[in-house]
């Protein structure tokens, strides 16, 4: 991969709720200076309060959400944050398990954030959209393109131990080509079996070999560091 060839980016953390805001300062020794915050309606001067030390990214998303709900979370991105994290998943609808619905799922979802991002910009609000690695291992390689030209920047859930660097090949790759931002985000979270494996997450192998994997495949490649999620780190490193 080439060095510091894509827009700067500062290691990130997802965080799902607002209950330990006030206990963020081991955050700083990770190097930490962006947020990608859930915000229950109501409580956006209280969490922009909390952590004012932060870039903070708006962080909403549901594989359901339709495009007025993402015009809204626009609106209310420009209420202070730094932009808009927007995690929707769209092969979390039922018919994504029916195999001949998911391109037409994934084709509705790439006509939804070309217009969301056209919006954004009229907005002047940043857009960031969370992404699996895999779309391109199932044979999405245009809608994944589509994605990335829909927006500022990229996440991509990269949550398969120890293969992160092929995982984020083409990620990596259209976002050179269209100047967008991209993190590498790395899973914390303890596995139950189910939603999150052993293989997907460091939870076992700790915050050092995070920054260890991260440091040997994507330093100075321009690359971000995201961390999934703040409970997690902040356990990892109690």
């Not at 500062?10 to 200076?33: H, I």
């Not at 076992?204 to 703040?230: C, E, M, P």
Request: one cysteine or more.
């Amino acid at each position: 991969m080439k060095q510091d060839s894509l827009p700067q980016t500062a290691p990130a953390v997802f965080s799902w709720n607002t209950a330990s805001l006030d206990q963020t300062s081991f955050l700083e020794k990770l190097g930490v200076r962006t947020v990608f915050q859930e915000v229950p309606a109501g409580e956006d001067a209280q969490v922009l309060e909390a952590l004012s030390e932060f870039d903070v990214y708006l962080l909403t998303g549901d594989p359901n959400m339709e495009l007025e709900q993402m015009k809204e979370a626009v609106r209310r991105a420009r209420q202070g944050y730094a932009g808009l994290v927007l995690d929707v998943e769209p092969y979390g609808r039922d018919a994504w398990s029916t195999e001949q619905s998911r391109e037409a799922i994934l084709n509705t979802y790439c006509d939804q954030m070309e217009e969301l991002y056209a919006y954004a910009q009229e907005q002047s609000v940043e857009l960031v959209l969370c992404v699996p690695y895999w779309y391109d291992d199932l044979g999405f390689s245009d809608q994944l393109e589509r994605i990335v030209k829909s927006c500022d920047g990229v996440c991509v859930m990269n949550y398969s131990r120890g293969n992160e660097q092929g995982n984020i090949q083409s990620e990596y790759e259209l976002t050179q080509k269209y100047c967008k931002k991209l993190w590498t985000a790395y899973e914390l979270t303890q596995s139950d079996g189910e939603g999150v494996l052993e293989s997907n997450t460091y939870h076992d192998q700790g915050i050092r070999a995070v920054t260890d994997n991260y440091s040997k495949y994507f330093s100075n490649t321009g690359i971000g560091l995201a961390y999934h999620d703040l409970d997690s780190v902040r356990e990892a490193t109690e």
